[in-house]
């Protein structure tokens, strides 16, 4: 069965610091991948998703993702973190032939000014 | 962009009563629309899919008695939670897609926190 995991329940960072939040999946085949943001007591937001081709995938707020097959990983990073970044981070899976999305747990994104 | 209402954002009932959630694309026509349930600081779990003109398709575990769903148009979709118990408490998210492929993005509503006393 598919399934999605992000290590790290919670990660603290300074404003203007490196972002690198980790995803590992389980899935037999070519995975659909997607990573959504999620601010408190709201819905979610799609930052950016993997179908195919270029394994390096840009997205929205200055969010990137990278696709590795050998390590089952899609790792999200962002060069320098703003303080609006701050929110809960969710990596997600396609599963299988339908459209349905398997939800890892999150990770909470804290931001020091 | 497209956009999903979802209405109400919050809701307090009596254990005992019913309680019904209302997921509208505002300026698109949604084929398929999702139901997920967020505990605190946990993930989404889906628990129901739902096509317009369609039966409900349930997750395993799901109450389908419980949790009734209809997607009666393609721009609506509701989820009652009858006779809600306090455990039913919890963070409720729809989200709809134009159609069942992975190129059609998910949008999702607001959510809605149902708390039961």
Aim: charged residues 15%; glycine residues 8%.
């Amino acid at each position: 069965a598919q399934s999605v995991t992000q290590p790290d329940i919670h990660i603290t960072v300074s404003e203007g610091a490196s972002l690198e939040l980790r995803c590992n999946y389980s899935y037999g085949a070519t995975p659909y991948l997607f990573w959504y943001v999620q601010s408190p007591g709201q819905g979610l937001q799609l930052l950016l998703k993997y179908f195919s081709g270029d394994t390096l995938v840009q997205g929205i707020k200055g969010f990137e993702a990278e696709f590795k097959r050998s390590q089952s990983s899609f790792n999200l990073r962002k060069p320098s973190v703003h303080w609006s970044d701050a929110a809960e981070y969710f990596c997600a899976v396609g599963a299988g032939n339908t459209d349905k999305l398997i939800f890892g747990t999150g990770t909470r994104l804290q931001v020091f000014p | 962009g497209a956009v999903v209402s979802q209405h109400p954002s919050w809701v307090i009932c009596k254990s005992g009563t019913s309680v019904k959630i209302e997921c509208r694309s505002l300026d698109f026509q949604a084929t398929t629309m999702f139901w997920y349930r967020q505990f605190p600081k946990q993930s989404l779990m889906l628990m129901a899919t739902s096509n317009e003109g369609s039966k409900a398709t349930y997750e395993q575990g799901v109450e389908k008695d419980k949790f009734l769903i209809n997607h009666a148009s393609l721009t609506l979709s509701t989820l009652t939670v009858t006779s809600a118990h306090p455990e039913d408490s919890s963070f409720y998210i729809c989200s709809a897609a134009r159609d069942s492929s992975y190129n059609s993005p998910l949008h999702f509503g607001n959510g809605t926190r149902l708390t039961v006393t």
